[in-house]
């Protein structure tokens, strides 16, 4: 005859597969829910023009939350990526209007595809002192980039004084009226910018799960010491994840700066924190090694689909700061509750097997 605890186990342990289930789908559900919420309550919510300006907001948090997912993994942080965005939107504004003074009253002229080589060029820049610092001086990421994030701010307003490059239309002369394009053009009724989005995040995805570098991303930030000791060359995995994380930050710059047909130093202001809460309502653990593109670009949605919907309602910008701030505290508080289930469906598991 089998014991009560013999017949509640299978039991139980199905309870906790399916609440395992639900807390790994809980980034999908919140979506549902935040998108039926604000269908009923927020007028015009569901227009067309609405739904392609989410996207256009989506997509800049998504850019630079996917960056982060990979800095996060390996368990790390990039507070410099808002920074880095204000500083990039500058240097492309400064090559629009002036080129390069090379002296003697001569200047160098750049056409649309080579500023956006250059501006990005600085992103990655930026990214590999964060890497250097953080891989060679062993200072801590977010020491190192709460740095970098002073700097890349003072460096933007040291560009113009801190005054604003408006009226970046560019020159025909020298091919680079086609600038604003970048942020306001269409490719088969879709802005610019979301077919550039959907490329990276096919690009990102592709990189974290079907490629040696993806693998050892997240063997990095589960065990660093023993990645190590399996051969994985830990610096230039980090390297790579800091000088992505700056390149997608100088995409953004890029995005904005050609939008606006203007740039200016206080760009990008707190968007590290928009970032980080995409990629952890994605699922990203913020211990490392845990982690996926797609559940970032769903939390990306999530907090984009927040903060419209909360505007178009008339909440004030002091609430909208409140209802994000619980929103990520409950991402975090879930994660780790996630976590502790996992350890024990685990431990279940090894104990049914070994009877």
Known sequence: MMSASEHAGPKSASGRDWL????????????????????LMAPNFLSTANAILISKHVA?????????????????????????????????????????????????QF?????AAIVC??????????????TRLNVAPFIATLGMLYVARGAALLFSGGRTFPNLNGNPEYGSDTFPLIGTGNFLGLPVMIWMLIAVTLGASYIATRTPLGR?????????????????????????????????AAVVGLIIASQLRAAHPATGEFFELNAIAAAVLG?????????????????????????????????SSFWQMVVKGLVIIAAVVIDQAQSRLQTKVALAQEMAQSR
Do not use: P
């Open 20 to 39: 395992l289930l639900l807390l790994k789908a809980r980034t999908l559900v919140a979506l549902l829910l935040v998108f039926a919420f604000f269908s």
């Open 121 to 134: 060029l600085a992103g990655v820049f930026v990214g590999w002192i964060n890497g250097i610092l953080i």
């Open 216 to 248: 050892q991303i997240y063997a990095v930030g589960g065990n660093e010491r023993g990645a190590a000791l399996s051969g994985v060359r830990v610096n230039r995995v980090k390297m790579f994840v800091y000088m992505f994380a700056g390149l997608m």
């Open 283 to 315: 699922g990203t653990s913020m211990s490392g090694g845990r982690g996926r593109i797609v559940g970032t670009i769903i939390g990306a949605f999530v907090i984009g689909i927040l903060s419209d919907g909360l505007v178009m309602m008339g909440v």
């Open 111 to 115: 056409n649309t595809l080579e500023i």
């Open 60 to 108: 800049i948090n998504a850019f630079l939350a996917i960056g982060m997912t990979f800095v996060i993994i390996t368990g790390g942080i990039d507070l410099s990526v808002g920074s880095v965005v204000g500083l990039t939107s500058m240097v492309a504004g400064w090559l629009v209007l002036n080129g390069i003074d090379i002296g003697m009253g001569w200047s160098i």
